[in-house]
C-alpha cells in the first residue's frame, strides 16, 4: 500500500510505503444517501507513527489500482487503528 498526496492529475511520489499492518475488505458497502459504493480501509498503528502520513494522504494506491476517500468523514477510529472509506478513483497505474 502506498500513500499519495497531491490532486487528481500529479499524486507524485509516494509519501509512504507499508507492507504489513493493514486491511483492505473485499465486500463493497453502499452509502445509501450519497448513493456511492466503497470499500473500507483498515490501517493499524501499532508503534504510533503512522499518524501524520494518514493525515496528509489524499490517495491510496493498492497494487495497480488508486482509490480516493468517501468524503469528509474517511477518518474515523481510535488509535491504533483507523478506518477509511475508499472509492475506486478510476485510474490503474
Given at each position: 500500500?502506498k500513500?499519495?498526496?497531491?490532486?487528481?492529475?500529479?499524486?507524485?511520489?509516494?509519501?509512504?510505503?507499508?507492507?504489513?499492518?493493514?486491511?483492505?475488505?473485499?465486500?463493497?458497502?453502499?452509502?445509501?444517501?450519497?448513493?456511492?459504493?466503497?470499500?473500507r480501509?483498515?490501517v493499524?498503528?501499532?508503534?504510533?507513527?503512522r499518524?501524520?502520513?494518514?493525515?496528509?494522504?489524499?490517495?491510496?494506491?493498492?497494487g495497480?489500482d488508486?482509490?480516493?476517500?468517501?468524503?469528509?468523514?474517511?477518518f474515523?477510529?481510535?488509535?491504533?487503528?483507523?478506518e477509511?472509506?475508499?472509492?475506486?478513483?478510476?485510474?490503474?497505474?
Amino acid at each position: 500500500m502506498k500513500l499519495l498526496s497531491g490532486d487528481q492529475n500529479n499524486w507524485g511520489a509516494p509519501i509512504a510505503t507499508y507492507d504489513s499492518h493493514w486491511y483492505l475488505d473485499k465486500r463493497e458497502y453502499l452509502d445509501v444517501s450519497a448513493g456511492k459504493r466503497y470499500k473500507r480501509l483498515v490501517v493499524e498503528d501499532l508503534e504510533g507513527c503512522r499518524l501524520p502520513k494518514l493525515r496528509a494522504m489524499t490517495a491510496v494506491q493498492i497494487g495497480d489500482d488508486v482509490f480516493t476517500f468517501h468524503g469528509k468523514d474517511s477518518f474515523v477510529g481510535a488509535v491504533p487503528s483507523y478506518e477509511f472509506k475508499l472509492l475506486h478513483a478510476g485510474v490503474r497505474i
